[in-house]
């Protein structure tokens, strides 16, 4: 399989890229920023340059892990968040059609209104915010347009990351500050280690499947409990976490509280499952700790 990655630079983009190398396919990386990836830039709203490196990779696959995902980003600049999350991608999506290429678009809970979850594929999508509504409206119309897809949905994605942006990596720079971080107990999710999410999509377009798949950790957990078991695999300071419910927040975006999603498809087909959320720390931990012994050699 040849790979075009448009985002490699990313929490999951690295992973695939990394791993489609490492599974023998040929595979070709790119990334908007973090220069330090050392990866050629590649803005997605370019459009000649999108259609100018898929007719240089000619890939079976391009995969798009990338996109505005700061929820209250999105409820303040929703024209942002339609572009980048809704336009933008089905552009690409366009595009890589044009070339006979799969799409590969990366989506979340966050299309569910969290009163029932974890939620399967066939559950009734209900989003609250501009973040979910915009990735449900690329959802549907990447079906409506008959374009040849995969979508992923995730959540609560954590991991081995160079930016450090995800949710552990800033518990731990919190940790390390001696500073405390609020994280609320009434949200509900799977937790999902991305290493795992990559080797998930590959696996998938291994087995030539299209459409909707939930790709997401087995446990459901609330933000604070996980944020307190990150602390315990870690060895963080548990005063770092302070539990608090959602409303005390005052987000501008809802969130859904019983979100979370079930990935019983994707082993169905693929007969791959997500690591625990321990498994995945534990993961996590042994690379912080080869990361640190690298900064220091």
């Not at 990334?31 to 079976?60: C, K, Q």
Request: glycine content about 8%; aromatic content about 6%.
């Amino acid at each position: 399989m040849r790979a075009l990655v448009l985002g490699a630079s990313g929490q999951i983009g690295g992973h695939l890229l990394a791993q489609l190398l490492e599974r023998g396919h040929a595979a070709v990386g790119t990334r908007r920023a973090f220069a330090a990836s050392g990866l050629p830039e590649l803005d997605i709203a370019r459009e000649d340059a999108v259609r100018a490196a898929i007719d240089d990779v000619r890939p079976d696959a391009v995969l798009l892990p990338a996109g505005f995902t700061w929820v209250d980003g999105c409820e303040k600049d929703p024209a942002r968040s339609a572009l980048e999350n809704r336009e933008r991608p089905l552009a690409v999506a366009r595009l890589a059609a044009r070339a006979g290429a799969v799409f590969v678009y990366y989506s979340t809970d966050y299309v569910f209104d969290g009163t029932s979850g974890p939620y399967s594929e066939s559950d009734p999508t209900a989003p609250l915010q501009v973040y979910g509504r915009d990735k449900l409206a690329c959802e549907e119309a990447l079906a409506r347009e008959g374009l040849p897809h995969l979508v992923l949905r995730t959540t609560t994605v954590f991991g081995p990351e160079l930016q450090g942006k995800n949710f552990v990596l800033q518990l731990v720079a919190k940790a390390r500050a001696g500073e405390r971080l609020k994280v609320p107990r009434d949200q509900l999710a799977t937790p999902s280690f991305s290493p795992d999410g990559a080797r998930a999509t590959i696996e998938l377009l291994e087995a030539g499947e299209r459409g909707v798949f939930h790709v997401a950790g087995p446990d459901l957990h609330d933000r604070a409990s996980f944020a307190s078991l990150a602390c315990e695999v870690l060895g963080l300071d548990t005063k770092t976490v302070e539990p608090v419910e959602t409303a005390a927040l005052a987000q501008p975006a809802k969130r859904p509280l019983r979100a979370g999603l079930v990935s019983e498809k994707l082993a169905e087909k693929t007969g791959f499952r997500l690591r625990s959320a321990r498994e995945g720390l534990v993961a996590t931990k042994s690379w912080l700790a080869l990361s640190s012994k690298n900064e220091r050699s």
